[in-house]
């Protein structure tokens, strides 16, 4: 009983560690926009709407500060489409190394028209006024959208750290672009208002989008039933299995292919369907 006790105890306290870290990363995103002249908005260029924060948009605009759009991961579309109301924007590749060039020479162009009156920098979790006069450039986004990958291409070298999992950047980087611009990134956030731990659709919807990493979905099996009713046959085409639609099939008929069976021969739903959501999340199958 008491070894039961111990465990529930490190379990509580551990999801209210996570639960207090959240919290914190939206209050570090509105203050990096509060420090920024620029920000640069990552998204995913195959879920540009789905990975969009209006909550912070609504915030850049109401302090008049200059907002461009980065849809990154463009090889993984086959047509390149942007919503009305994007003034500004590039379309770049991290993996092909495609439109940083273009990025940053936007980047440049906007920081000339910067008028600097007392710069603020972020200490700790505190505002303060900088002794220097740059151009502080702020880049937000979704976990998984490609920020830290980014950066490295932007500067020319590895000083952001990155992995394929979302959610990997935990605090603020201060980085130098130039001797007058500096970069700041941050860990990538859901919009409070649109996360949820309970809620399946919107679980899904960030899942598919990268936002949530396939293993720490919960049910991942729903979310390639998602997949598979809104981006038809395109998984079926990838595994080159016939499952006419049906997502459970298509997760059995894989499993098997895979070995992936449970004692007494039952396919391992679970971890197929993880596999296929590291797949679609790593961009491995294109839409």
Known sequence: MRVQY??????????????????KYPDISHKIVAVSDIILEVLDARFIKETRNIELETEIKKQKKKLIYVLNKSD?????????????????SCELRKGIKELRDLIKMESKKVEKKVNKIIKGDKIKDSEDNKIVVGIIGYPNTGKSSL?????????????AEAGFTKNIQKLRLTNDIVLLDSPGVIPEKEYSGVNREKIAVHAIAGGRSYSQVKDPDQVIASITLEYPNVLEKYYNIDAKG????????????????????????DKVSRLILKEWQEGKIKI
Do not use: W
């Open 6 to 23: 111990l465990f529930s105890s490190r379990r509580t306290r551990r999801i209210a560690k996570i639960r207090k870290q959240r919290q």
């Open 76 to 92: 993984l579309v086959k047509i390149k489409k942007v919503p009305k109301n994007f003034t500004s924007y590039v379309f770049i």
């Open 151 to 163: 950066i490295n291409l932007l500067v020319g070298k590895n000083v952001a750290g990155t992995a």
């Open 246 to 269: 049906n997502s459970e099939f298509l997760v059995n008929e894989l499993g098997k292919q895979k070995g992936y069976l449970k004692k007494g021969g039952e396919v391992d739903e």
